[in-house]
């Protein structure tokens, strides 16, 4: 049988971004999102940017699709505002032993992740982990037909395999997002679901409102593994 093909996330899947790297984000993306959705002259609301951020999340798997569809936002103005950060390096916090993990997971591993290119190999280089993947696909190479198409799309998976010239059983995500792994699944790809970071993630909570925090306790149907971290994964190859 082929040795698997690895499909990682990085965002709360290799690292925790929650901690301070996705508030840093979302306060990026709203100031500039108040700029455009401003009048000119006033900016707008913090409730009409959240609003309109979250909904566009929801929609598109990305806010940044909506403000390109419903804004005329260029791409590249978009992530680099969004991604202004101090200090990154201070910003990371990662567990330890995740390249003695990938060494250990056999076959090819690329990184697919909706992050900007500069952003994602800066976060890359900083945790020792780039020279374990052997491709590396940030946002901006997420088109299909000309068409930015990032995660959770199954244009998007299924342009990937084709050129991987992979199955979709050869293939494993490993992500903390639910709709893409759902996506993954449809395809026939197996998943894997990584849990740790999610009851701290912002977006999540936002988007629960006044409602409970959802539990992470229960593998949903399109899950093949559940771990809470990714460090679990060599334990759980059986089942992959």
Known sequence: MPKPIWLFDLDNTLHNASHAIFPAINANMNAFMAKVLGDGETLADADTVNAARLAYWKRYGATLIGMIKHHNVRMEDFLHEAHQFDNLAEMIRAERGLARLLKRLPGRKILLTNGPRRYSQEVMRHLGLHRHFARHIAIESMTVHRQLRPKPSRLLLRKLMARERATPRQCVLVEDTAVTLKAA????????????????????????????????????????????????????????
Not at 206 to 235: C, H, I
């Open 185 to 240: 699944k449809a395809l026939g790809m197996r998943t894997a679901w990584v849990t740790q970071y999610l009851a701290t993630n912002p977006n999540l909570r936002q988007t629960a409102g006044n409602l409970p925090q959802p539990a992470f306790t229960k593998r949903p149907f399109y899950v093949d593994v559940k771990v809470k971290s990714v460090t679990k994964l060599p334990a759980m190859l059986h089942r992959l």
